[in-house]
């Protein structure tokens, strides 16, 4: 992922390739009034080998998302952008090693796994009243025992990626508005960072809390090129990994078309962030007419129905304040379940995941959340040798 200098930017407004980091502080405001949250179901003429086709949803015994291909055997990766394996600061479990910041970084084999989840009524409102008690998490088909359970608004670590190629021109300004109304509608110790992308994928804040400055990095309007959609999902994700400090991660996108510049595939994109801590996804697509866009809603679905997120379609550029405030809303509702898996973590397959919940009063609960992952590793940031 490329970085850009604002003060080369600024000297030099036809360079192409700058980076650009800044702080500054994010303003709380009220969320407006609740509206519906509709999860999107999957086509039901998916072919099972289309890769935007999610683990549960494919036949038994299926492993294709579970081993992404990689074309020639080699994934080719551009300057700036990241390797195919998602390799992180180096190192082995139980080893402390240098980060790429000059901090350290313990590696330590994840024992537990947390989710995020959102429970519906019937009447599709969001329920918040819930204990732990109400809870079953089933992995791989077997019942799990749950070692924590919150229900609060706590602080996330967000990645906005904001579509940046020619047709996004007429549309930039509207999802700039939505995006800092989500903002300022959010948890105001939230850390977001800001990656337009087109061909390739620019990050142009890193993480922050300042409202201006990030702004300022939606308002880098440089609307050329195709849509490198999967590789900017892909940079995100491992970005996400390395700086985050929250441990609930999520991912907005906003995008107006189908993936046509991504050296990345689909799978690969739906892998980077299925590890079991990897970010909630959340997409909009203004695509218009839905007939010409049918691949490209089908992996934006899959991203965000994997991740227990929500794909968003709106109508109209207006309806995507009302998007961004919902999913605001959404994510400051939550519950946050860890359990520790009965099957041990060292055993790399890919776990499908489930949570049902039951509660006197109420009927046909609806528990949204991720519907699998891959065991990892996770990385403990353990001090800093230089000043911030």
Not at 263 to 285: C, F, H, K, N
Request: with cysteine.
């Amino acid at each position: 992922m490329h970085l850009r200098n604002k003060t080369v930017v600024r000297a030099l407004i036809v360079a192409l390739t700058c980076a650009g980091f800044a702080f500054a502080q994010k303003q709380p405001q009220a969320p407006s009034s609740p509206t519906k949250v509709q999860p999107t179901a999957l086509p039901s003429d998916v072919d099972p080998s289309d890769p935007a086709v999610p683990v549960w949803a494919r036949p038994a015994g299926s492993t294709a998302a579970a081993q992404p291909p990689v074309e020639g055997g080699n994934t080719p990766t551009k300057p700036g952008t990241l390797p195919p394996d998602l390799t992180h600061e180096g190192g082995t479990v139980g080893q402390v090693t240098k980060g790429e910041k000059g901090g350290f970084v313990y590696r330590q084999q994840v024992e537990e796994v947390t989710l995020q989840a959102t429970v519906f009524d019937r009447q599709h409102h969001i329920v918040t009243d819930l204990g732990q008690h109400d809870f079953t998490v089933y992995e791989d088909g077997q019942p799990q025992p749950i070692t924590l359970f919150r229900r609060e608004d706590v602080p996330v670590s967000i990645g906005i990626l904001v579509d940046n190629s020619g047709s996004m021109r007429t549309k930039r300004n509207a999802v700039t508005k939505a995006v800092v109304n989500l903002v300022q509608a959010s948890n105001p110790n939230d850390e977001v960072f800001v990656v337009n992308f087109n061909d390739e994928p620019f990050l142009d804040q890193d993480f922050t809390n300042n409202v201006a400055q990030m702004r300022e990095a939606l308002e880098r309007v440089d609307t050329r090129g195709g849509t490198a959609l999967y590789d900017a999902v892909y940079a995100a994700a491992d970005h996400l990994a390395k700086g985050a400090k929250r441990q609930k991660k999520v991912l907005l996108v906003v995008t107006d078309g189908e993936d046509n510049e991504s050296r990345m595939s689909l799978e690969q994109a739906i892998r980077a962030v299925q590890d079991d801590s990897g970010p909630t996804i959340y997409t909009i697509g203004i695509l218009g007419e839905e007939g010409k866009q049918r691949r490209a809603k089908r992996a934006l679905e899959s991203l965000s129905i994997q991740t227990g997120g929500v794909a968003f379609f709106p109508r109209n550029l207006e309806e995507v304040d009302d998007i961004s405030r919902e999913v605001a809303r959404d994510i400051r509702n939550q519950y946050s379940i860890t359990y520790k898996p009965t099957n041990p973590l060292t055993n790399k397959i890919y776990r499908n995941v489930k949570v049902v919940a039951h509660a006197p009063g109420y009927k046909d609960l609806e528990v949204r959340t991720r519907s699998g992952y891959f065991p990892g590793e996770q990385q403990t940031k353990t001090a800093s040798s230089s000043s911030q």
